[in-house]
């Protein structure tokens, strides 16, 4: 249980920081991080983190898949925790 708490911590700390890295990169014209690595790292239990840096930094807000999708799997995340805690523990 203990590693499963680092594990999503860690995951959401990177989901949050790709969208403000990416953010920073679309300003100066840069080289980006792909949306689909965006998206694994959302499906892997990053969905919170992502869903926050869009939010934060405000970016790809005006995508509609993230900004109706990753709030979603946040709350599919948010359920499968619920369930594992509640059943598995």
Same mark, same amino acid.
Do not use: C
């Given at each position: ?17 790709? =969208?403000?890295?990416?953010?920073? *990169? ?5 080289? +980006? $991080? ?5 998206? !694994? #790292? ?11 840096? =869009?939010?934060?930094?405000?970016? *790809? ?5 993230? +900004? $109706? ?5 946040? !709350? #599919? ?13």
């Amino acid at each position: 249980m203990m590693l499963l708490t680092i594990y999503l911590i860690i995951i959401n700390i990177i989901g949050f920081l790709l =969208m403000g890295i990416d953010k920073r *990169k679309a300003r100066k014209q840069k080289w +980006r $991080i792909a949306e689909s690595r965006i998206w !694994l #790292v959302a499906i892997i239990g990053g969905a919170f983190g992502a869903t926050a840096g =869009m939010n934060y930094f405000r970016h *790809k807000t005006k995508h509609t898949s993230f +900004r $109706i999708l990753l709030p979603l799997l946040t !709350l #599919v995340d948010i359920g499968l925790l619920i369930w594992y805690f509640y059943f598995l523990s």
